[in-house]
């Protein structure tokens, strides 16, 4: 997953979904969508904000494996405790990733060894949850 231009200066909306606006959530919804992986769709004000036992029980177990560091095309998960989980999409260096907040305003791409960052990582994650398509099952 490392065609993340088309998506660099999306205006952050909470609950946003694309194409234009997004949270950080939709955003990865929408770059693993096209790199053909499915994620589940978050519908509560509190789903919205990335609580971590949303995350825990209804995301991580069938749709993302643990790593041991990041990867190429991973997920980064970082935990700001009060404020929830905050997530994004790493690029194919494995050095960076692109998110989107209510602070950054709009999406960017930040560096992973960011002190900032490192003090709130939760985890690293790959997608696993393929989406079939009609020709793969035919």
Known sequence: MDNFDKYLGKIFELGGRGPDAYDCYGL???ICKENGFELPELDTPESVKMRKQIFDNRIKGDYLELLDGPE???LAV???RAGGLHIGVIDGS???FIH?????K????????????LRFVYGYYRPTNKI???SETA
């Open 132 to 134: 079939q398509r009609a």
């Open 94 to 96: 494995g050095r960076r």
């Open 28 to 30: 990865v919804m929408a």
């Open 100 to 104: 989107i907040s209510s602070t950054t």
């Open 106 to 117: 709009t999406s960017k791409i930040h560096h992973l060894n960011d002190e900032y960052y």
């Open 78 to 80: 970082f935990d700001y």
């Open 72 to 74: 190429p095309g991973a």
